[in-house]
């Protein structure tokens, strides 16, 4: 089952994703789940999928995506966690390279991603995104995966020339992270680490690899992170990205105004986004 978060007609509803529309399920069960966060922390995706059949009532034209989770209460991402990443940045350290994002970074499918003005390397950078779906803490590898929701896609947009040796400034620039188009559940993927996943600028492929070349796997970072710090439901665990980033390339290709930037992972699906610049405070609140 595929789930979305969108907007139509100015109400932010979520639903199943068909190749022909959506299900609005806000208007099914929204009387006890009115978010798709709300679903999740309800342990009610069983829910949901009694409707998944139903005929789609939204077309794809009324709508506007939002990230898969616009208000999670933690994003934590994994850098450096790909073998030809970690030779491209000249990274040794065995141990998980973690920093977090702020959930007003993001940004939906089909949305501008906003270059700062006052940046020249705005780089891209796909990932396998993880979206917690029920409450753990001190959980073991083993069972790790028992608390996942699904999958989903993410272009973890990284402003360079404000990312030195702590990430922070380089990653929560408005509209810099894309989180979409959905969220597949985890019936639909049994094995996080057997997907290929591929970044592509103007149609280009530039990152191509598999999730079973991660250094941490799914259910490893999960553990990990889950020992320092509870995890709930609709939380995200940005999982890192391959090697290929902008950064990287000779000469180094940085994302410009009008570029379209994809991240497509088997069995999930695609994300989409244009490249926007933004000058001013109030052209952030119009753009995004």
């Known amino acids: ?37 709300s679903l999740l922390k309800g342990n009610a995706l069983s829910v949901a999928r009694e409707y998944q059949y139903n005929a789609t009532d939204i077309s794809f034209d009324d709508i506007i995506y939002l990230p898969v989770i616009n208000n999670p209460t933690k994003i934590i ?12 940045f000249n990274e040794s350290n065995p141990a998980p390279t973690l920093f977090v994002r702020f959930a007003d970074s993001q940004t939906g499918h089909n949305n501008p ?4 003005f006052n940046s020249s390397e705005f780089d891209y950078e796909g990932e396998l995104a993880v979206i917690i779906g029920q409450h753990c803490f001190h959980v073991n590898a083993t069972d790790a995966l028992n608390y996942v929701a699904g999958y ?12 030195h040796s702590w ?12 989180f979409g188009p959905n969220l597949t559940t985890c019936d639909e993927i ?4 057997r997907l290929n996943l591929r970044t592509l600028l103007n149609g280009r492929i530039v990152q191509s690899d598999n999730t079973a070349n991660m250094i941490h796997r799914v259910a490893d970072l999960i553990a990990y992170i889950s020992t320092f710090t509870p995890l709930s439901a609709g939380d995200v665990i ?28 088997e069995c999930i ?19 995004a």
Not at 11 to 32: A, F, M, Q, R, W
Not at 77 to 85: I, L, Q, S, V
Not at 152 to 163: E, F, I, L, P, T
Not at 269 to 278: D, F, M, P, R
Request: net charge positive; glycine share 10%.
């Open 167 to 178: 990430y922070t400034a380089g990653k929560n620039w408005p509209s810099t992270g894309a």
């Open 113 to 116: 991603v906003l270059k700062p």
């Open 77 to 88: 991402c994994a850098g450096m966690n790909y073998a030809d990443k970690r030779i491209e």
């Open 1 to 37: 089952m595929k789930l979305i978060n969108f907007l139509h007609n100015n109400s932010e509803k979520y639903g199943v994703l068909k190749p022909t529309g959506v299900i609005d399920l806000k208007k099914l069960i929204g009387d006890k789940y009115p978010t798709l966060l």
């Open 152 to 163: 989903s896609c993410y272009m973890d947009g990284s402003v360079r020339d404000w990312q």
């Open 190 to 193: 049994p094995n996080p680490q």
């Open 269 to 287: 699906g695609k994300l989409t986004n244009t490249v926007s610049e933004v000058w001013l405070v109030d052209e952030v609140k119009t753009v």
């Open 238 to 265: 940005l999982t890192g990205s391959p090697g290929g980033v902008g950064k990287k390339q000779i000469p180094p290709l940085f994302l410009q105004p009008g570029d379209v930037i994809e991240v497509e992972i």
